[in-house]
């Protein structure tokens, strides 16, 4: 059998039957320092798909760093075929400042597909799309709720894709909710070029958690071994579908003041259930925070202070609330009981 050909990424040649860090220029700041997007490419003895796994496009997202950091860590890479490119950090400058922006203030899933001649983030977009995104069959996007939330493990994906209904369910994430494209994110600008994305959810900003992690990795793993690129040593089967859901609504404070949560992620709730109390600091007034629709929480504030407006609980819509809640509870379950592939440390 002919050897395959080297993959070739920002003028480094990467062997079949290899792996390697790859430092893609994207430019300096004004003290003279150059930035940068490290892609590690792992390139298979034997040909199949290429897929991407992206994390920290926004900057202060570092859930998915240490779920990319995890899997690189795992055996079953070492006979990998085809060819998985990881990228950690897409949005440097923003994960030295923790920080969800560039250092311009822009967001960088806000600026696909970007500009050779733009903006840093317009760059940075640009180069991300054409020298990784576009070379390749498929790719998963990890993220983290914004500063001051939470999100319970989901699975965002495009209305009307059955290729990528079908992954996600196979991900094994909690929730798979059906998400419209936004203009100038990486999701819609993929799809234009027809590379299909699994956008991955879960916890929250600048802090890690561990159930996330674990479902991160677990769910990369299962989709790298449905596209036939990995054995199945270690990779568990989802015991629970997800629960898919179409539609969702923030529930908002309807007053300011201290927040007291009675409902957190992953819990399923009636329209009219008692979500949460936000009080006045005198303790003189209190307003129930309610469920306006029958759902699951997919995510909300954990800010005890809160203003009037602020957006506290991500309700999405379920038909069934018995079926979603035995669901989760073995979906959480296996995530508690599958294997940490040589990392035993709970963070």
């Keep these: 059998m002919a050897r395959r050909e080297p993959f070739r990424l920002g003028g480094v040649d990467v062997a079949a039957g290899s792996r390697q860090t790859i430092d ?4 300096v700041l004004s003290d003279h320092t150059p930035v940068s997007m490290s892609a590690h490419v792992i390139h298979g003895r034997k040909p199949g ?9 926004h900057g202060d997202e570092v859930i998915g760093v240490e779920i990319v950091r995890r899997l690189l860590t795992i055996k079953n890479l070492q006979t990998l075929r085809g060819t998985l490119i990881c990228i950690p950090i897409v949005n440097a400058p923003g994960f030295l400042i923790r920080s969800r922006y560039l250092p311009d203030r822009r967001d960088l899933n806000r600026s696909f597909p970007g500009s050779d001649a733009g903006s840093l983030a317009s760059r940075l977009a640009d180069i991300f799309l054409r020298k990784i995104v576009s070379r390749c069959d498929l790719g998963i996007d990890l993220h983290s709720a914004a500063a001051h939330r939470t999100n319970l493990p989901q699975i965002r994906i495009s209305p009307d894709k059955p290729e990528t209904r079908r992954l996600a369910r196979l991900f094994g994430a909690p929730v798979v909710l059906r998400s419209p494209l936004r203009e100038g994110s990486l999701r819609a600008a993929a799809e234009d070029i027809g590379v299909d994305v699994l956008l991955y959810e879960a916890g929250e900003a600048l802090r890690f958690d561990e159930m996330s992690v674990r479902a991160g990795v677990m769910g ?5 071994l449905d596209q036939g690129m990995i054995s199945r040593r270690g990779v568990s089967k989802s015991k629970a579908d997800p629960v898919f859901c179409t539609s969702s609504r923030w529930i908002r404070a309807g007053q300011g003041g201290l927040l007291r949560t009675y409902k957190s992620e992953g819990d399923t709730v009636d329209q009219g259930d008692v979500l949460a109390v936000v009080s006045d600091p005198f303790g003189e007034v209190e307003a129930d925070v309610v469920a306006t629709l029958p759902g699951i929480i997919v995510g909300r504030a954990v800010l005890p202070i809160v203003n009037e407006g602020d957006a506290l609980f991500h309700v999405a819509r379920v038909e069934n609330s018995k079926e979603a809640d035995d669901k989760m509870a073995t979906i ?3 995530l508690e009981d599958d294997p940490l592939f040589d990392e035993d440390e709970i963070i």
Aim: a positive charge; proline letters at 10%.
């Design 332 to 334: 959480s379950t296996q």
């Design 220 to 224: 990369i793993l299962r989709v790298l």
């Design 49 to 57: 798909p290429t897929i991407f796994v992206s994390a920290g496009i």
């Design 24 to 27: 893609l220029p994207v430019s």
